[in-house]
């Protein structure tokens, strides 16, 4: 009885055990199926989540294969899920990562996989388009309870662009170094805060300084700088902290590591401020300008001397002036007389002259034009020396010009029997020039050519026009006694004449030929020289040609004929009265007698004072007037009469003076007179002038 009841003890024990064992099964089943259905729920919001990543995401066992890739990962190389799916991930690098993560794997996860940590690596990738790019990869390994790596994790992101910028911010910061120390600039960089300050090498080594020498503080930048500098340095810098200037600029002394000063010039500018306005950071640059300093104090200093040296030759150059203004009005005011006198004598106005008497005349004549040829020779040369000739452009007629010119030598020419031609280009008609300066050199060729050929030689002059060249030349030659090859090279200085025998046996200063080369290179052209000794010489002077034309020849005049004398108009029957302004007691009467020859009425005063109260009245038909008196000159004589009332300030004035220096004629001429002769001037020309001056004034008394 008792067994059987411990039997259906034991029975039921037994069954409830297998009926709790059952539902503890049931109960680990249905945990398991919704641990396997969450964790594929999990694993399906994983690949959803993974799948709709712009990232390359893949997962991979300790072998490398992989075990799941997202879309973008296939995408990118291009293959299926199915084909990467079992695919080692290596395969997928470049060959350059390759060797990397070779090179890894062998020393981490094959050796000890415990080591492998998670980490984030930089590879360069092809593209898909062929490509290079760069992409960072991240890495999760996975371990079991053991510690054994059972997969991995790798999430990876395109950095093309980002490694772009850093390498463009890379080379940017490289060329802002190689430029800062190639262009010799010393950086700093100053915390205006804390006092902190970044000095360069250079800046350093701009002091003499090793990089440990210099500490980075503000208190480093005061305490080298010059004490007398450090105020104006200061306030520089606290205009710029006001913002009174956009930029920081100072030149200043800095002390140099043994001793000694340096010139920095040292720029800057604020490049932050706090939220009050105040400065807090400052970026700036020293450049050694040490030598540019020294080199501008050597220039100052020189320019001081050459200052003094200018000063010195301009003072020079006035008392040259000076001296030759004075020395031409007294050497003119004696060849006035001596001339006009000549002329009065040469006219016969004092009566006849027998033949040696007329002789004696003529010489005198000739001396005194040939000394007054000197003294405007001399004073050319000089005006052009110191750059103050000017030239008076104008129309040219090549004929009359070319005919005036032998006029002028022909009287020489004639005495020594020597036969002159000219040959005009019919083209050549017309050119543009300073006619009086043209028709000086050729004059002065032309006189040299017959000085200094024998007698039954030949001259000439020939004229030729290169039109396309725009050149017209002018070729004067003799058949003279030539020059030496020798004597060729300083044929066109001054006061040379070449051949110690042609000193003795010519007369001149050889001041012509000087004045010819410095007359031609004024228009802009030059002149040439072709010689044999005992056989002559051609002068070729070339000057621009402005203007064409077609013309003819032109016939020389006679040695026997005179040049005809400008018409004229006829003046009243009534002798019109001239009224003379000179202190010079000679050539007053030296004017007196030759006006009275020529019919006029003369009165004479020796001040300006006197010729204006004459004037008042209406007192002269024609003033001369002389300009350097005592006490009112001519020049403001002149500007009184020109502002007397009525008809009295239009009477004609000749200014008749021994001032013949630059600017002299423009002075006469400004002052109201209506001519300007120099002293010694031609009685003939003087006396075309009057006549051309009164013509209009008939009637006045």
């Not at 991240?138 to 790798?154: A, M, N, R, W």
């Not at 003369?602 to 038909?621: D, H, N, S, Y």
């Not at 001369?624 to 000159?633: A, K, N, R």
Request: aromatic share 6%; net charge negative.
């Amino acid at each position: 009885m008792v067994a059987q009841q411990q039997s259906k003890l034991s029975l039921g024990n037994s069954e409830e055990e297998r009926l709790r064992l059952a539902h503890r099964v049931e109960e680990l089943t249905a945990e398991r199926d919704l641990g396997v259905r969450l964790l594929r729920e999990s694993e399906e919001r994983y690949r959803s989540l993974a799948d709709h990543q712009r990232e390359l995401i893949f997962r991979w066992d300790s072998r490398t294969i992989i075990t799941f890739a997202n879309r973008a990962y296939c995408h990118f190389h291009g293959r299926s899920h199915a084909d990467i799916i079992g695919a080692s991930w290596l395969h997928d690098l470049t060959p350059e990562a390759l060797q990397l993560e070779l090179a890894r794997y062998r020393d981490v996860i094959l050796a000890d996989p415990h080591r492998l940590a998670a980490r984030t690596v930089e590879y360069p990738m092809t593209l898909p388009d062929g490509g290079r790019g760069w992409f960072e990869w991240s890495f999760y390994p996975c371990f079991d309870e053991q510690g054994e790596l059972t997969e991995g994790h790798s999430v990876g992101r395109e950095i093309t662009g980002r490694r772009s910028l850093e390498q463009e911010l890379l080379d940017s910061e490289e060329r802002w170094h190689f430029a800062v120390e190639g262009s010799d600039l010393g950086l700093w960089d100053a915390n205006l805060k804390s006092g902190e300050v970044y000095y360069s090498s250079r800046w350093k080594r701009m002091l003499g300084y090793a990089d440990h020498e210099i500490q980075g503080r503000l208190e480093e930048f005061s305490r080298l700088i010059h004490p007398e500098d450090l105020p104006r340095l200061r306030e520089v810098v606290a205009e710029h902290y006001a913002s009174v200037t956009e930029l920081f600029a100072c030149e200043f002394r800095m002390a140099v590591k043994g001793g000694g000063w340096c010139w920095i010039a040292s720029r800057g500018k604020v490049m932050a401020r706090d939220e009050e306005g105040a400065p807090i950071r400052m970026l700036g640059t020293h450049t050694d300008i040490t030598a540019r300093i020294e080199n501008e104090e050597m220039l100052a200093s020189r320019t001081r001397e050459l200052d003094s040296a200018r000063e010195a030759l301009e003072q020079a150059l006035r008392l040259k002036d000076d001296f030759l203004a004075c020395m031409s009005h007294e050497l003119r005011t004696p060849l006035t007389v001596i001339i006009g006198q000549s002329e009065i004598l040469r006219d016969q106005i004092h009566g006849p002259l027998n033949e040696t008497q007329q002789k004696a005349v003529l010489s005198v004549e000739s001396g005194g034009h040939h000394l007054l040829a000197l003294i405007n020779d001399i004073l050319d040369l000089s005006k052009i020396e110191a750059a103050m000739l000017e030239l008076y452009p104008e129309q040219v007629n090549v004929e009359q010009l070319c005919v005036a010119c032998l006029q002028f030598v022909k009287q020489q020419a004639h005495a020594k029997r020597l036969a002159v031609s000219m040959i005009l280009d019919p083209a050549a008609v017309f050119f543009r020039a300073d006619s009086r300066r043209v028709m000086q050199l050729l004059i002065n060729l032309l006189a040299n050519a017959v000085k200094f050929t024998p007698e039954g030689g030949e001259v000439g002059l020939q004229v030729t026009g290169d039109q396309e060249g725009g050149q017209i030349r002018f070729l004067v030659w003799d058949t003279g006694i030539g020059i030496s090859q020798a004597d060729l090279a300083r044929l066109f200085s001054p006061f040379v004449q070449v051949g110690s025998g042609l000193n003795r046996r010519h007369e001149g200063t050889g001041l012509g030929l000087a004045l010819v080369e410095r007359l031609v290179r004024l228009h802009g052209g030059g002149v040439s020289v072709v010689s044999e000794e005992g056989r002559g010489s051609r002068f070729t002077v070339t000057l621009p040609w402005e203007g064409y034309g077609s013309g003819g020849s032109a016939t020389l005049p006679s040695s026997g004929e005179r040049s005809p004398a400008p018409e004229v108009a006829a003046l009243p029957s009534d002798e019109p009265l001239i009224l003379v302004v000179d202190d010079s007691p000679a050539t007053v009467e030296m004017m007196r007698e030759y006006l009275r020859g020529c019919n006029y009425r003369v009165t004479v005063v020796t001040g300006g004072e006197e010729a204006v109260a004459l004037a008042r009245i209406g007192f002269p038909a024609l003033i001369l007037m002389d300009i350097q008196m005592p006490g009112m000159d001519g020049l403001e004589a002149i500007r009184l009469i020109r502002r007397l009332p009525g008809s009295v300030a239009d009477v004609p004035i000749i200014a008749l003076t021994a001032l013949a220096m630059q600017g002299d004629r423009e002075r006469c001429l400004s002052a109201g007179a209506d001519e300007y002769l120099s002293k010694p001037a031609r009685m003939a020309e003087l006396n075309i002038q009057i006549r051309k001056l009164l013509v209009p004034q008939r009637g006045r008394a």
